[in-house]
């Protein structure tokens, strides 16, 4: 069995036009070792000023989103690309308001949606539209892994989901560094994503599609600081498996 190939989506530190160098793709180390300890290999997929890339992404039996500041259309252009190919997509944190953001943008098109919508009315100012501040949910900021629990809260899991069957709990608890959420509003009868995991102060911490069959599950929490999310990561590489054979 061919080992399944995992696009890690890289995020962009925006420069300045006279300093080439202070524009560059990031990403967190932790998440390679998920996907290596899995039996997959990662490539890292990077869009130079954010200009998106296609070609690229046929390369790839599934992306994975990770945490970031910033929401450019190219990140957009990618889930469609999934979405449309039945590509696996696992999503953290900025993962999952990017598909809030991908959600806000098919509703305001009547959920009609294409490549040269993404790149024409999409930009980090469209933010405002679609994610809102909450409280509480960025305790410990900077982050320290030896003080991980003093950032955790509770998540309670829908049991009619993909996430309930993986870890097979009522809820979970979970660390939370971020600022912001997806509206209540973005997720509704037309979405082609549904919410299946809340907070207990009614943040949105997971979605998935509708679709059961194909796995596309983002969380707002950061599930790879803690091995006790592995089953998570397992679950998404053994649906690239099963897209690669």
């Given at each position: 069995?061919k080992k399944?190939?995992i696009?890690?989506?890289?995020?962009?530190?925006i420069?300045?036009d006279d300093?080439?160098y202070?524009?560059?793709?990031k990403f967190?180390?932790?998440?390679?070792?998920?996907?290596?300890s899995?039996?997959?290999?990662p490539?890292?997929?990077?869009?130079p000023y954010?200009?998106?890339?296609?070609?690229?992404?046929?390369l790839?039996?599934?992306f994975?989103?990770?945490g970031?500041?910033l929401?450019?259309?190219?990140?957009?252009?990618?889930?469609?690309?999934?979405?449309k190919n039945?590509?696996?997509?696992?999503?953290?944190?900025?993962?999952?308001?990017?598909?809030g953001?991908?959600?806000?943008?098919?509703?305001?098109?009547n959920y009609?949606?294409n490549?040269?919508k993404?790149?024409?009315?999409?930009s980090?100012?469209n933010?405002?539209y679609?994610?809102?501040?909450?409280?509480n949910?960025?305790?410990?900021n900077?982050?320290y892994?030896?003080?991980?629990?003093?950032?955790?809260h509770?998540?309670?899991?829908?049991k009619?989901?993909?996430?309930y069957?993986i870890?097979?709990?009522?809820?979970?608890?979970?660390?939370?560094?971020?600022?912001?959420?997806?509206?209540d509003?973005?997720f509704?009868e037309?979405s082609?994503?549904?919410?299946?995991?809340k907070s207990e102060?009614?943040?949105?911490?997971?979605?998935e599609?509708?679709?059961?069959?194909?796995?596309?599950i983002g969380v707002?929490?950061?599930?790879?600081l803690?091995s006790?999310?592995?089953?998570?990561?397992?679950?998404?590489?053994?649906?690239?498996?099963?897209?690669?054979?």
């Open positions: 069995m399944p190939i696009g890690i989506i890289t995020y962009r530190n420069g300045e300093r080439p202070s524009d560059f793709i967190q180390s932790i998440y390679l070792k998920y996907i290596y899995l039996n997959a290999i490539l890292c997929l990077s869009f954010g200009k998106f890339y296609k070609e690229q992404l046929s790839c039996d599934g994975l989103f990770t970031g500041s929401i450019e259309s190219y990140q957009l252009e990618v889930l469609d690309y999934a979405i039945k590509k696996s997509v696992l999503a953290i944190c900025n993962g999952l308001q990017t598909i953001a991908y959600e806000w943008l098919r509703k305001k098109f009609k949606i490549n040269k993404i790149e024409e009315f999409f980090s100012s933010e405002k679609f994610l809102k501040k909450v409280s949910h960025n305790k410990l900077p982050f892994l030896s003080r991980i629990n003093e950032s955790k509770k998540v309670i899991l829908n009619n989901s993909n996430i069957n870890f097979k709990k009522d809820y979970i608890n979970e660390p939370s560094l971020h600022e912001w959420s997806v509206e509003n973005i509704n037309k082609i994503f549904e919410v299946t995991g102060d009614d943040i949105i911490e997971i979605v599609l509708k679709n059961k069959k194909h796995f596309i707002q929490f950061h599930i790879e803690e006790q999310n592995k089953c998570l990561f397992k679950s998404f590489i053994e649906s690239c498996k099963l897209e690669k054979n």
